[in-house]
């Protein structure tokens, strides 16, 4: 599963320095990389042999159709399989929307995972960057606009329910937390113990401070596509994060995502209230918030099922079982249900 990753990650950083906006044809790559592993840059993606696999994750479906897409439109221009890697991704982006729910790829719930959100926006940002392109004209011989509409609908609505979970005060202010799929289980508590003390906000212009329960990638994409700018990101980052770099997989959907606002394309599209596979209430107070699926994650692989962040101490929890549970938050509370496309009785009850 790594290597298919890595197969699937190298072919999205190749084909982005290949073939870079506004153009979208293929260039020289003059940069140098720090890995031993680089192959030539020669208007190919490196690993065309993962195109043809079905099988794999939801985020390794999600780059493959991103793959499948710049390969048959792009690099290796082919009629007859561009139409149905396109008809494919529509499908792909819709049925999450009309069917399965928000990264729930047929019976497979990766729903607001943070271990794979990088994978997820790099596949994420790859698309936006080539359905724009195919709906604008780069490509002489489709020009069709479903696919954008597709995968902005599906940002939007990861924006959406991000902002259900972002930490609005103290050390950890501008990031997400909210329970979801493949989680490691542990720590379950971060600071531990929470500090008794309150924390301040941090000013903008900090390095980030890393934690164990959110994804820096997905927070900082998060952020990006919310203010629009680099420069809106609240955080101090690397002298190389915005620089996409094909030794540093991780980080590549936020330099794609950097490329795309620098040339013009939007992040934001109308969509109704988004939808996942498992239902979600989110409470959300003026000093914290808290969230979990009252009929558990069915079909997701080792998923958190509460969460919370505490604004005043900077503390933040995910579990299986709600243990740590939260403080009492003051304030008005805001009762937020992400509907599902499971019934949930017990939320009912």
Same mark, same amino acid.
């Given at each position: ?6 197969? !699937? ?6 084909? +982005? ?14 940069? *140098? ?8 840059? @020669? ?12 099988? &794999?994750?939801? =985020? ?37 929307? =009309? *069917?399965?729910? +928000? ?12 271990? +794979?959100?990088?994978?997820? %926006? ?9 359905? %724009? &392109?195919?709906? =604008?004209?780069?490509? /002489? ?12 609908? %599906? ?8 902002? !259900? ?5 103290? /050390? ?10 493949? %989680?490691?289980? *542990? ?30 990638? *997905? ?9 629009? /700018? ?7 980052? &690397? ?23 620098? @040339? ?27 969230? +979990? ?10 998923? /958190? ?16 079982? &709600? ?27």
């Amino acid at each position: 599963m790594a290597q298919t990753n890595f197969f !699937l990650g190298r072919n999205t950083t190749y084909f +982005h320095l290949q073939y870079p906006l506004p153009n979208l044809k293929c260039v020289p790559v003059k940069a *140098s990389f720090d890995c031993k592993d680089i192959t030539p840059f @020669n208007c190919q993606l490196p690993y065309p042999e993962v195109l043809n696999g079905s099988g &794999g994750t939801p =985020n390794q479906k999600t780059e493959r159709v991103a793959n499948q897409i710049a390969c048959y439109f792009f690099t290796n221009p082919d009629h007859k399989k561009a139409k149905a890697a396109y008809e494919a991704a529509v499908r792909f982006f819709n049925d999450q929307a =009309n *069917s399965t729910g +928000h990264q729930c790829v047929g019976a497979a719930d990766e729903a607001l995972s943070a271990s +794979h959100g990088p994978i997820w %926006w790099r596949a994420i940002a790859s698309l936006r960057i080539t359905s %724009w &392109g195919i709906a =604008n004209g780069k490509v /002489s011989w489709h020009k069709d606009d479903g696919l954008e509409k597709a995968v902005l609908g %599906w940002i939007q609505w990861h924006q959406d329910l991000s902002a !259900l979970g972002e930490i609005e005060g103290g /050390s950890q202010k501008w990031k997400v937390l909210l329970p979801g799929a493949r %989680w490691d289980g *542990s720590p379950t508590l971060f600071p531990d113990p929470c500090p008794k003390v309150v924390a301040e906000d941090p000013p903008p212009g900090q390095p980030y401070p890393k934690d164990p329960m959110t994804d820096q990638v *997905s927070n900082v994409i998060y952020q990006l596509i919310k203010t629009g /700018s680099v420069s809106g990101v609240p955080w101090k980052l &690397g002298k190389n994060f915005w620089i996409l770099d094909p030794c540093a997989l991780d980080r590549a959907g936020a330099p794609l995502g950097k490329s795309a606002l620098e @040339n013009g394309l939007t992040f934001s599209a109308p969509a109704g209230p988004p939808k996942l596979h498992s239902q979600l209430p989110v409470d959300r107070y003026p000093v914290g918030h808290g969230a +979990h699926y009252p009929c558990g994650m069915p079909e997701a692989l080792k998923p /958190s099922i509460w969460g919370w962040a505490d604004y005043t101490t900077g503390c933040m929890s995910l579990s299986t079982d &709600g243990d740590p549970q939260p403080p009492a938050f003051s304030g008005e509370k805001k009762e937020t249900v992400v509907d599902s496309f499971v019934a949930c009785p017990e939320a009912a009850g």
